[in-house]
């Protein structure tokens, strides 16, 4: 099954900074719109920001002006850069399409923004 992979995250002092990396194990350059998303200890999976081909961006409210998601087509990638972190986007970050999920969901990264 096609499934990205994630990395980049780990443990950041709040006001810190990261940045995700997604790899697509195959094409994206005809995915419309790619997306982060999150799931925190007992809390279901949310959307954190979308990226369309584009060029248009959407983020959740509780991250505008923190995070940025941009794409590389040309090697299948998908970043969110996050910046100012604080302890409640600690979570696990996943990869995938909107709205629809093609992918199987990856294992994500864990993100843990404590001091």
């Known amino acids: 099954q096609v499934q990205p992979v994630e990395s980049g995250g780990g443990l950041v002092q709040p006001g810190g900074s990261l940045r995700l990396s997604c790899a697509a194990s195959?094409?994206?350059?005809?995915?419309?719109?790619m997306g982060w998303y999150r799931q925190a200890p007992g809390k279901q999976r949310e959307l954190v920001a979308r990226l369309t081909t584009g060029g248009f961006t959407d983020y959740r409210d509780s991250v505008k002006g923190r995070f940025a998601i941009y794409r590389d087509n040309a090697k299948n990638m998908v970043y969110l850069q996050m910046t100012n972190v604080k302890p409640e986007d600690t979570a696990v970050y996943y990869c995938?399409?909107?709205?629809?999920?093609?992918?199987?969901w990856g294992q994500g990264t864990q993100v843990t923004v404590s001091s």
């Open positions: 195959g094409s994206i350059s005809r995915i419309n719109t």
């Open positions: 995938n399409t909107y709205p629809i999920i093609k992918y199987s």
